[in-house]
């Protein structure tokens, strides 16, 4: 009776073959992930002189689209709104922050940068690991994680999630 031996390099030489394959589907997740990605937006003064300290603090900060920006408390805010250190606004005069004091007269706006997430997304080569393969999709930056889930700031003022990442995913798995 003849004997087989597995070739004990089969399911690496495999797994190899599969490589580009499985970098192909990230690659398709971080495509997708990066049409789901919100803006980043940016905190812009007039830069004159008459821009309170506040907000002068704040000129260039830069958040996610669907999170909220931090900035410095004005003393009459802290003693009659309640806001702590920080007020969190989604967006220049933000009512919604509770704060008065710090909307008052405001001239800021929020710059929209479209591609402020998407460019920070990208796919790693696939690793094979014995007859393991591994294909990784990244976003790198400091809001990743509060842009993709969400996060409540204090005095319970919730951003919600864009979930860009979780939904590419789900998009690229029902087309194959
Ligand atoms: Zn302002």
Same mark, same amino acid.
């Given at each position: 009776m003849a004997k087989f031996t597995m070739n004990p390099t089969l399911e690496q030489e495999l797994a190899a073959?599969?490589?580009p394959k499985i970098h192909?589907? #990230?690659?398709?997740?971080?495509?997708?992930a990066k049409v789901f990605a919100p803006p980043t937006k940016q905190w812009i003064t007039v830069a004159d002189d008459k821009v309170?300290?506040?907000?002068?603090a704040a000129h260039g900060q830069e958040v996610p689209g669907n999170l909220r920006f931090k900035i410095n408390s004005m003393r009459w805010d802290r003693e009659h709104r309640g806001v702590g250190a920080l007020t969190y606004m989604k967006e220049p005069r933000d009512e919604s922050s509770r704060a008065v004091a710090n909307l008052k007269n405001c001239r800021c706006h929020a710059r929209?940068?479209?591609d402020g997430?998407?460019?920070?997304?990208?796919?790693l080569p696939a690793i094979v @690991? #014995?007859? @393991?393969?591994?294909?990784?999709?990244?976003?790198?930056g400091e809001w990743v994680i509060p842009a993709e889930?969400? @996060?409540?700031?204090? #005095?319970?003022?919730?951003?919600?999630g864009a979930y860009y990442m979780?939904?590419?995913?789900?998009?690229?798995?029902a087309r194959r």
């Open positions: 073959l599969i490589a192909e589907i #990230g690659r398709e997740v971080e495509r997708q309170r300290p506040t907000h002068v929209s940068i479209p997430i998407s460019r920070n997304i990208r796919t @690991t #014995g007859s @393991t393969l591994t294909v990784k999709v990244v976003a790198e889930i969400g @996060t409540v700031y204090p #005095g319970n003022l919730e951003a919600k979780a939904r590419a995913t789900a998009a690229v798995a």
